[in-house]
């Protein structure tokens, strides 16, 4: 057995060393919110907080982690309480079909840590994830408003 510190908690896993993170957080940990998207770490469905760097976890072999702190969309909210960027997500309505949304809550939870106060020029450097659905002015939205909060 390996351990993985994940959302504050020391869990174990049996996988092998260079499973993808992505494959270990969702198939032995049971945490589905980060998704699978491309398997090339372009789409960022999969992104997770590795050290507080928004990270696309489907080509991260899990050996590689270490005692990293690892935060994944269900470790954001902290005692029922949804962060700025996900209370901001859901006043915009930002989640079409939802898919991509973690991975972009992610990124964008991390941009924010960064820069607090981000321009649109900072926002489209940072939001490289990709929405079939095309909310990326819902997204913008969302993020100066959580800024702002």
């Known amino acids: 057995m390996a351990v993985i510190n994940v959302n504050g908690k ?3 896993h049996n ?3 260079r499973t ?3 494959w270990v957080l969702r198939e032995q940990l049971g945490l589905t919110g980060t998704k699978y998207g491309c398997g090339i770490a372009q789409c960022g469905a999969c992104t997770v907080h590795i050290d507080g760097v928004a ?4 080509q991260v072999p899990v050996n590689s ?3 990293k702190k690892i935060v994944t969309i269900e470790g ?3 005692n029922g309480t949804l962060n700025k960027i996900q209370a901001a997500w859901v006043a915009v309505d930002v989640p ?3 898919y991509c949304q973690s991975g972009m809550v992610m990124a964008a939870t ?3 840590a960064a820069k607090p106060n981000p321009t649109d020029a900072d926002i489209d450097a940072a939001m490289t994830n990709i929405c079939r659905c095309g909310t990326y002015v819902q997204v913008r939205e969302a993020i100066h408003a959580a800024a702002k909060a």
Do not use: E, I, K, W
């Not at 990270?55 to 489907?58: E, G, K, L, V």
């Open 15 to 17: 996988a092998d060393p």
């Open 65 to 67: 982690v270490g005692n």
């Open 76 to 78: 954001l909210a902290a």
């Open 110 to 112: 991390a941009l924010l």
């Open 20 to 22: 993808p993170l992505l």
């Open 55 to 58: 990270t696309r976890s489907c």
């Open 96 to 98: 079409q079909c939802g």
């Open 10 to 12: 020391a869990l174990n």
